[in-house]
């Protein structure tokens, strides 16, 4: 089967692997209809983070069900599915508490594994896997893209809103207008929020954040931006505040921008992990958020809303590719020229 | 007037000073009845922290209202009242939003005040006073005490279960065993925890957290902490965590205890501030808490669990004096002969 494979820093390529099989009882062989390219994907890209490198990569699909292992009795083959990053249980401390992307029973185990290529073995598929009824053919091709957008990105927009406990009539901040901050703009918008001010400097964002729901825009960073939520909320800050980008100017602003009492829902990975808590404590500022809950927040109400036509978190794939171009997919990402990069792998 | 005088690090004495006045139209002067130290009194006692010398000191009383300015409309002269440190103004966000502690409006200004006197000028007086019915002469000692202790200490335990989100059935660990950690077993208990784990090693202070509902007391500190809560847990950690005393290893160990979602509350003034947020965001860690929403606590439930009888929060009081012994009200906090100090000042 084909695989997008990582090189080097800067440099992706296609190759044929041995097709993946079931390798432990809880396994599940997928193959992949629709995959993508993640943000987080760029660190190891860039060459910013490690990875090792001739390894499958990837960890966003949708695809259907080919073969399961004995212990897998919640999904059979043939049965369409969004493939999470994440692999709950589904019974232990921290997945019954809806956070199964920290599930304390999984570890990897068994071969690399990569959502970018034709198939995939799926860990701890039992629970972990979400179901989608009927077959991917029985939906649009923007019906596909709002289903693969559950696997990560607007899973984790949303989780970062859940974080932040946004409340029906709240004002939000939302840092980042990357895929995930479009997709917290998005959740926002679903949890009821009456105003979204979304951070941006770039047009073709600025358009996708306004038709997900943002009512304000605010391309200042750093001390002006504090200024203008200010302005724009009397003086108060905002009810909740959603990070989506994790450096430290981005963590140090979100964390201004509340109101006392607000709380920064936070899913950019902390770049610099160390802070001054004296800011938090004084004005009663929470500090919540992490590893997006993706199969709790799939079934507690994004995938309905997807199946609904409430919202289309699709509409952050703005260029579409196939495996063999796997090399312009990760640059279009590098080079900002799309907001995210699709895969579509097979029909 | 008798008031508490702070002279140098280890010495309060009392003096004789003029009666306080009305000196803005939004002051209420109160003629105390009881008040009490505090444990971040012990700060600037034990020389800590800088505090002026020569003022009056003291943040937590009972009394009646003796007079008030033009604007005060809410409290009338002969109204009985808790008289929170904290004064807010009931219609800025922050108080809107339930955290009158960090009120938007509210700047200290004129004379300054303590409330370990016989009088004492509360400013922005309107709301943030909390009228209790009747008289004190209505209450017994026992009831009286409890009424003193929301003017601080209960409503600060309450914080910092509050900040954790405790729900009904939770586990829940307590950091510190002073008032405001005992207070918070209470709040636990009030907020419907099912076990509780208090974080003790005070044979005194053990025995009053049984007596609020603790169900588990762990001597342990630092690492042996961790484990033994996670054994008590099956290796889960707690539902939530309130850190109450905010030393470097108290705020590492909460960061600790809790399960994967669970947030930590904390009023605990942060002696560290810096810190990792590592070990929240991959965990999932929420932190939360600051300064008490006194006024907003008090009303939305403490004062009437006292009234009923359902918690005695007074009983952080284990030993009494009045204003000529000062010093040894001190002391026995210093020296933890006394959990907490009470100063009867009136009748």
């Known amino acids: ?47 910013i983070a490690k990875r090792p490198a001739n390894e ?3 960890h966003e699909a949708i695809g259907v069900v080919e073969s399961v292992g004995d ?16 692999h709950g249980c589904g019974h232990c401390a921290a997945c019954l508490a809806g956070f199964d992307g920290d599930c304390l029973t999984f570890k990897h185990q068994g071969s690399p594994v990569g959502y970018q290529a034709e198939y995939l073995r ?29 696997a990560d990105v607007m899973a984790t927009g949303y989780h970062a809103a859940k974080s932040a406990e ?6 939000v901040v939302v840092m980042g207008d990357g895929a995930v901050g ?27 954040a306004r038709e997900f729901g943002a009512t ?24 909740a505040v959603l990070e989506c980008v994790g450096n430290e100017q981005s963590v140090a602003t979100a964390v201004q921008v509340g109101r006392p009492g607000a709380i920064v829902g936070r899913v950019g990975i902390p770049q610099k992990p160390e802070m001054n808590t004296n800011d938090l404590f004084w004005r009663n ?7 997006a809950a993706v199969t709790t927040h799939d079934r507690g109400g994004l995938l309905q809303a997807v199946l609904n036509g409430e919202i289309h978190p699709g509409k952050v794939f703005t260029k579409r590719f196939d495996l063999d171009h796997i090399q312009d997919a990760y640059a279009a990402m590098d080079q900002r020229t799309a907001i995210k990069s699709l895969l579509i792998v097979s029909e």
């Open 1 to 47: 089967m084909k695989a997008a494979i990582f090189v080097e820093p800067g440099k992706m390529v296609t190759r044929e692997l041995p097709k993946p099989k079931v390798e432990f009882p809880t396994d599940a062989v997928i193959r992949i209809v629709r995959a993508c390219v993640c943000g987080s994907d760029l660190w190891w890209y860039r060459g």
């Open 56 to 58: 499958p990569v990837g």
């Open 71 to 86: 212990a897998v009795t919640d999904v059979e083959p043939g049965d369409f599915v969004i493939v999470p990053f994440t």
């Open 122 to 150: 799926y860990e701890n598929a039992n629970w972990a896997l979400v179901k989608v009824p009927g077959q991917p053919s029985d939906y649009t091709d923007e019906q596909l893209n709002d289903l693969l957008a559950l």
């Open 166 to 171: 946004v409340h029906r009539g709240d004002t």
């Open 182 to 208: 479009l997709s917290g703009v998005l959740s926002a918008k679903l949890l009821g929020a009456k105003r979204i001010i979304a951070m941006s400097r770039h047009e073709d964002r600025q358009a996708v």
């Open 216 to 239: 304000d825009i605010v391309p200042e960073r750093g001390d002006e931006a504090v200024a203008k939520v200010m302005a724009l909320t009397n003086g108060s800050g905002a009810d």
């Open 285 to 291: 500022i929470g500090l919540r958020g992490g590893i």
